[in-house]
């Protein structure tokens, strides 16, 4: 099944931290600096380009290595996933299954580790289109603030996250049978399996892109934690906001 919407909205309902990222995040998205096309050459980008894409690619290995422990996504303080609206909403038949507050968090953690096997699939494809990716404006990338470079790849990268995602999560549910996830799936009339999958995919996407914003921030405020000449000099030349 492949997921042909808009880029889901973030979530404003679940960290402070997770505001925060939102806002930045956001911001960048209604003006993206120096972004292009993949597949279109950079031109006057110089060691500017080159340092966006190490941030990048930086960001999302320290994203994806939190991620892809054991209850990276419970633990984290931005990407812990909250119940997918196919389980919440009113009227629906998990609804006097939710009503036990054991359930719903016994439900809302196994769907955060299920979300673990949807990043390894995701993985090898942001470090792919981070390579891919073409910058036009290095500068500007790098002078637009906190999440500036990973709010371009992702609007990049569109929903291809989401849809790498859903048959990897649908084979890891099908294969495991969770008691918790199938009760509650089997609560829903007509949904599937591959239903609460995709649902599950739309939050661990947004989810993804919290985590690789906060480690973007992250690496922004101490950029010779790197261990990166060349990007912690770009870094450092970015002028105080």
């Not at 419970?74 to 990407?79: E, G, I, L, P």
């Not at 294969?175 to 239903?195: F, M, N, Q, R």
């Not at 739309?202 to 790197?226: C, F, H, M, Q, V």
Request: hydrophobic residues 45%; glycine residues 8%.
């Amino acid at each position: 099944m492949e997921y042909r919407g808009q880029m889901p909205k973030l979530h404003t309902n679940a960290f402070g931290r997770r505001a925060v990222l939102l806002s930045m995040l956001v911001a960048g998205s209604l003006a993206l600096p120096g972004c292009t096309t993949m597949g279109m050459p950079r031109t006057g980008a110089g060691g500017q380009a080159d340092a966006v894409d190490r941030l990048l690619m930086l960001a999302s290995q320290r994203a994806f290595a939190k991620l892809t422990q054991p209850d990276g996504f419970w633990d984290s303080t931005v990407a812990r996933i909250n119940l997918p609206v196919l389980f919440a909403r009113p009227g629906s038949g998990a609804e006097k299954l939710l009503k036990s507050n054991l359930f719903r968090e016994s439900l809302q953690h196994k769907l955060n580790n299920f979300a673990e096997g949807g990043a390894r699939a995701a993985a090898p494809l942001v470090y792919q289109s981070v390579r891919a990716l073409k910058v036009t404006d290095g500068s500007a990338v790098l002078r637009g603030g906190n999440t500036a470079a990973t709010t371009l790849l992702r609007t990049t990268m569109a929903s291809s996250l989401v849809n790498a995602m859903i048959p990897e999560l649908t084979r890891l549910m099908q294969e495991e049978k969770d008691p918790v996830v199938s009760s509650a799936v089997a609560a829903l009339k007509g949904v599937t399996i591959t239903d609460a999958a995709h649902a599950l995919a739309l939050d661990a996407d947004n989810a993804i892109w919290y985590e690789i914003g906060a480690e973007e921030a992250a690496i922004r405020k101490d950029p010779a934690s790197t261990n990166d000449p060349a990007l912690t000099a770009a870094l450092q030349a970015v002028p105080a906001s």
